[in-house]
Structures are given as C-alpha cells and as structure tokens.
C-alpha cells in the first residue's frame, strides 16, 4: 500500500502539490530521525533512503520545465533529500543533492545562466537561501572560484553579482539575517548559530585552523540549538557533519 502511494504521488500527470512532495519527504526524514534517535539505525537508513526516492523523482521530473523563478521554491527539498542521502549512506546522491540545492539557492537551473533573474527572490530577510547555499558549497568542497551575490558594505541595501569566495557568501548571509532581526524576523536565531561553526570548518579546509576549534564550535552549536522549537530541522546538520568530515568532527 506504502509502495503504491507513492507511485501515485509522483507518476507523470498526477495532481499533487509541490508542497505535498515537500512534506512527504520531510516525514520520511523525520521518522529516520526519530529511528535514529531511538537507536533503530536499519529502520533509519530505510525511511532516509525513501525521503531521497521521492525527492529524487520529484526533482528529476520537474527540472526540465524548472524557471529560475520557481528554483528557490526548491531548496528545502533539495536540501532535506541531501541531508537523507548522506546520513543514509548515499554520499554520491547526496553531493547531487547538494549541488541543486546550490544552484536553487542562488536563483539558478542549470548553473550556466549569467546571473540570478530576480536576486530579491534569493536574498531572503531570514538568510536561508544565502546560507543553505554556503552549506552546499562547503559540502560540495568548493570555497572559491564562483559568482555570489555580494553586499557592497554593511549599509548596502542591493547586492552585486560578482566573482568571489566561501567568505564572501557568509558575509552575505550574515548581512540578510541582519535584516531579519531589524525586520522582527526571532524564529531563525539557529541559522545565525551556525555561522560560527562554518567559519571554524573553512579554517580547518583552508588550513587556516585547528581541527580541536572546529570541534568546540560543533558542541557548542549542539548545545545551543537543544532548546530551540525547530531542533529536528536543524539537528541533523550535526550528524551530516560528522559523517562528511569525520577527520575533523570525530577524531
């Protein structure tokens, strides 16, 4: 019966939502969590692997006919289906996953357009477009050599598109989740946690830092995201880490 819902829900013609596909995945991977947590790692790595099934018929069959307007509407999907492929043990899909979640997060389909055909849609107040992005790039191990979109200065309100790095792209981020807090923006205090700790990871890539400092700031990331009301969307970014840099986050 499970098998043949699913069927359903993705075949060509079918009337289902994107937002139904978006939280059937997130159901799969919420319950691998719950598994995970709960010590059930098979049952775990199962419904991981489904919430990646699904996404992945998803993805694939609208990519096509996908518009840079519509992409940024797909980063939570992609990225949840890339989170699931890698605590599943997918790494290559995982990486799949990643790399359309960067390229969704900055406005683009393919990753050959020029730019970005609407920057506004992508520099969301609430920084998780700017940050799902850096996130992707650092998972994919890309800390420099691309275009971003890039403020200016601190008191800039329009970005430029222009070539820069990792650092650039936290800059940007951070400047977006500034404008969140002045806009009232208080239920993504976590994406502004977990900065500190990307920061500390690029060092330890760049070679700029110690393996030891990038360890405290995963724990102190853990600890300070335990009481937040979005802590299964954000934990499994901890177990994510651990898996893909277990040199630095596990020795």
């Not at 060509?12 to 997130?26: I, K």
């Not at 993504?188 to 920061?199: D, G, H, Q, T």
């Amino acid at each position: 019966m499970k098998q043949q819902s699913l069927a359903n829900l993705t075949k060509p013609g079918s009337s289902d939502t994107h937002t139904r596909t978006e939280g059937l995945v997130e159901c799969w991977f919420s319950l691998g969590l719950y598994n995970h947590w709960q010590g059930e790692e098979e049952v775990a790595q199962a419904n991981w692997a489904q919430a990646v099934s699904l996404a992945q018929i998803r993805v694939e069959r609208d990519l096509p006919t996908l518009t840079s307007k519509d992409a940024p509407s797909y980063v939570w999907l992609a990225r949840t289906a890339a989170l699931a492929a890698a605590l599943s043990g997918q790494e290559p899909l995982a990486r799949t996953f990643f790399s359309y979640t960067e390229r969704f997060s900055t406005g683009l389909v393919t990753g050959h357009e020029e730019r970005p055909a609407d920057p506004g849609a992508v520099l969301d107040s609430m920084g998780l477009h700017p940050l799902s992005r850096v996130y992707s790039l650092i998972r994919l191990g890309r800390l420099s050599g691309f275009h971003g979109l890039i403020f200016p200065d601190a008191s800039s309100d329009e970005a430029v598109w222009v070539q820069t790095n990792i650092h650039g792209l936290i800059a940007t981020a951070e400047h977006c989740l500034a404008t969140g807090r002045r806009e009232g923006y208080k239920s993504f205090a976590s994406e502004s946690r977990l900065i500190p700790l990307l920061r500390a990871l690029v060092a330890v890539l760049e070679g700029r830092g110690a393996a030891e400092e990038a360890r405290k700031a995963l724990v102190t990331y853990e600890r300070s995201i335990r009481d937040m009301s979005d802590f299964r969307h954000i934990y499994p970014v901890v177990l994510d880490l651990k898996v893909a840099f277990p040199v630095v986050f596990t020795a």
